[in-house]
T-cell receptor, first 112, second 112 residues
Framework: RKEVEQDPGPFNVPEGATVAFNCTYS??????FFWYRQDCRKEPKLLMS???SGNEDGRFTAQLNRASQYISLLIRDSKLSDSATYLC?????????????FGKGTKLSVKP | EPEVTQTPSHQVTQMGQEVILRCVPI?????FYWYRQILGQKVEFLVS????????KSEIFDDQFSVERPDGSNFTLKIRSTKLEDSAMYFC??????????FGEGSWLTVV
């Protein structure tokens, strides 16, 4: 079983749409959770950390359900500039802060 | 904004040759990491380095690989006797004591 699983997409949506990404992780002892975005052939960039209480940053909302080992990201009012691959990332229990386990990512394409 | 810089941005090497990839971390960062991403695949953790020694490494990071910080600034990844399957984007990342790490733009290695 893969450690971090995501729907590969691609998701093709019009500008202004709301889009949701889902992710599951296999290790219940995972410690920290993040969403990164990666543009084509570029480095991953941190979008936001994910907390059990849920957190929001502008148009972006992230949720964590530890019982279900499930992480989500919601993008509202999507923009053309949101087109990228969205990576679900966890850190294992006891691992160093930089031992990030990445999902393969979900590609988003926002069309005019 | 401070950034992690990597050189070279792209290197083509013959199978069996040694390659050194270089990274200049953000100045006050003490934690250093290497990741790789084979084309079309997920980002994979290779190694973490702190206080002049490896603190954690993955199964990928075998005897073919080594890291060092020879002059207190550059952080290098050496790949001995490169194989075709070493062709990938290699990302350096650095962090301070907080939870966030910052990725460089990557070094694209092509082994022919």
């Amino acid at each position: 079983r893969k450690e971090v699983e995501q729907d590969p997409g691609p998701f093709n949506v019009p500008e202004g749409a709301t889009v949701a990404f889902n992710c599951t992780y296999s290790n219940s002892a995972s410690q920290s959770f993040f969403w990164y975005r990666q543009d084509c052939r570029k480095e991953p960039k941190l979008l936001m950390s994910v907390y059990s209480s849920g957190n929001e940053d502008g148009r972006f909302t992230a949720q964590l359900n530890r019982a279900s080992q499930y992480i989500s990201l919601l993008i509202r009012d999507s923009k053309l500039s949101d087109s990228a691959t969205y990576l679900c990332v966890v850190t294992p229990y006891g691992g160093s802060q930089g031992n990030l386990i990445f999902g393969k990512g979900t590609k988003l394409s926002v069309k005019p | 904004e401070p950034e992690v810089t990597q050189t070279p941005s792209h290197q083509v090497t013959q199978m069996g040759q040694e390659v050194i990839l270089r990274c200049v971390p953000i100045s006050n960062h003490l934690y250093f990491y290497w990741y790789r991403q084979i084309l079309g695949q997920k980002v994979e953790f290779l190694v973490s380095f702190y206080n002049n020694e490896i603190s954690e490494k993955s199964e990928i990071f075998d005897d073919q690989f080594s890291v060092e910080r020879p002059d207190g600034s550059n952080f290098t990844l050496k790949i001995r006797s490169t194989k075709l399957e070493d062709s990938a984007m290699y990302f350096c990342a650095t962090g301070d004591s907080g939870n966030t790490i910052y990725f460089g733009e990557g070094s694209w290695l092509t082994v022919v």
